[in-house]
Each structure stands twice: as C-alpha cells, then as structure tokens.
C-alpha cells in the first residue's frame, strides 16, 4: 500500500506562482512513478506532469515551460512548482503513484493505483 498526502494548494492571482507537495508513504518510494493530475469542475481528469525514478520528467503541452516536477528522496515528496498561473489552471489538483507507467500512457489515470486526496488550485484573472 501507499499512502499520498499532498499540501500547499491555495488562491493566487494571475501571473502568481505556487508550489505543492505530495509526501509518500508505505512503499520503496524510489521505485514509484509519480504524477500529478487536475481536475477542474465538470471536466474529466487531466494529467499534468510525471517524474519516474531516474528523474525523468514528462509535462502535458498545457503546462509545459510554466510548471516543474520535481522529487526530495530524502522526504519520500515528490513537487509540482507552478509559475505563470492561469485562470484554466484552477482545479484539484491529485498526486497519483504507481509501480509501472508506460510513458506514452502516463496521462492514463487507470495507470495509476494509488491517490491522493487533493488540494485546490485556484487561480484568479
């Protein structure tokens, strides 16, 4: 089993920055693939970035150049820094993890067997 508890989602203006957390637990976190994932209202669940256990990266055309994943093994935490924020980057935003993810299904949320519960984004023009 593994546990995710992700923090630091907030309000920020247009322009603004934020950066949120997800600390793992109950698994060798340095075998984990993690990624992060939005899901604002009424849409369907979007994946943002993933990173893979050589610190491999990968973004969704939506965010690229603006956001950066990055992991602390140290911490077992795993980081979504978001910079130039935009009203359509408001959503929940979840940290997913699984054991194997096929880089060109990452964005496949039935990859991914364990979530976090969330923490809202919101971003005001």
């Known amino acids: 089993q593994v546990q995710l508890v992700e923090s630091g989602g907030g309000s920020v203006q247009a322009g603004g920055s934020l950066r949120v957390s997800c600390a793992a637990s109950?698994?060798?976190?340095?075998?984990?693939?993690l990624g992060w994932f939005r899901q604002a209202p009424g849409q369907g669940r979007e994946g943002v970035a993933i990173?893979?256990?050589?610190?491999?990266?990968i973004y969704a055309d939506s965010v690229k150049g603006r956001f950066t994943i990055s992991q602390d093994n140290a911490k077992n935490t795993v980081y979504l820094q978001m910079t130039s924020l935009k009203p359509e980057d408001t959503a929940m935003y979840y940290c997913?993890?699984?054991?194997?993810?096929?880089?060109?299904?990452?964005?496949?949320?039935?990859?991914?067997?364990?979530w976090g519960q969330g923490t809202q984004v919101t971003v005001s023009s």
């Open positions: 997913a993890a699984a054991l194997r993810v096929p880089s060109d299904r990452w964005q496949d949320s039935t990859q991914y067997n364990y």
């Open positions: 109950g698994y060798i976190y340095s075998r984990l693939r």
């Open positions: 990173i893979y256990p050589d610190g491999y990266t």
